[in-house]
């Protein structure tokens, strides 16, 4: 797992194109007060709008001089373009997507979880980046096989590399039957799920993207590989975790996974 090089921010291992920057906040480093403590990025969270408002500004500045896009994530599979021009950012700010790509300087992807996963790619040739929102739903229903789409789409043929994020983990991950069955019966798909119980499973997710990236054609993969360290509930003095906070806290914060131009 990267380092911690500053409180809240976690550098990405993985070798971009040159040009290309990528980040991932943690719960440190912020002026939240608990239990959003402290860096929460979530403005939909009961956290107080002023200390959000300070904490997009501190991001803000790690991503300058690009500008981060916040989307309305919907676990669905809509991949949004971003522009770099004040009046698109202005009008992509709390779009119902759950991907955004750019090709442009001056706007930084921006994805927040809190147990979902974010996954972060980049085009050889350093002419488009990408995020995407991989909770389970999104990822059954195509978002990262959209994401990797849209990224030929804007820069044509090329090799697509990825970076995953912190995430729940699979010790921690227990679902029902349907979201094994919404899977689908591929043999390496189904050894992603552990029985845990009559109609249980634990599920591991960083595998299950994997996976699906590799089908899509993204041989590059790096970052969450389904240790301990990466889990967002086990970690809890590092990362937010809705599953660990909600029912007993009311609600969680949550951290960005970013990529631009720099």
Do not use: Y
Not at 60 to 70: C, H, M, N, R, S
Not at 160 to 169: E, N, Q, R, T, V
Not at 199 to 226: E, M, S, T
């Amino acid at each position: 797992m990267a380092g911690l090089p500053m409180p809240g921010l976690l550098t990405p291992d993985w070798p971009l194109p040159a040009g290309v920057r990528a980040l991932c906040t943690t719960r440190a480093g912020g002026v939240s007060a608990p239990p959003f403590d402290s860096f929460n990025l979530g403005d939909h969270v009961r956290d107080d709008p002023a200390q959000v408002a300070a904490n997009r500004r501190r991001l803000a500045g790690l991503t300058a001089p690009a500008e981060p896009v916040f989307l309305q994530q919907v676990h669905g599979t809509r991949v949004l373009r971003l522009q770099a021009d004040a009046a698109h950012i202005a009008a992509s700010q709390g779009a119902e997507a759950d991907a955004c790509l750019t090709t442009e300087p001056g706007v930084a992807c921006t994805i927040m979880v809190a147990d979902c996963l974010p996954v972060l790619l980049a085009h050889a040739s350093g002419r488009a980046v990408a995020a995407a929102h991989a909770g389970w739903r999104g990822l059954a229903g195509g978002v990262l096989e959209a994401t990797v789409q849209a990224l030929h789409q804007a820069a044509g043929p090329g090799a697509i590399s990825a970076w995953l994020g912190p995430c729940i983990g699979p010790a921690a991950f227990e679902v029902g039957d349907e979201v094994r069955e919404a899977f689908g019966p591929d043999e390496a798909v189904r050894a992603c799920f552990q029985p845990h119980g009559p109609g249980k499973w634990l599920a591991d997710l960083p595998a299950l993207a994997r996976i699906r990236l590799q089908q899509a054609g993204v041989a590059g993969l790096h970052g969450n590989d389904g240790t301990p360290g990466w889990c967002t509930v086990t970690q809890a003095s590092v990362f937010f975790s809705h599953r660990r906070d909600a029912a007993r806290l009311g609600s969680t914060g949550r951290m960005a996974a970013c990529i631009w131009f720099g």
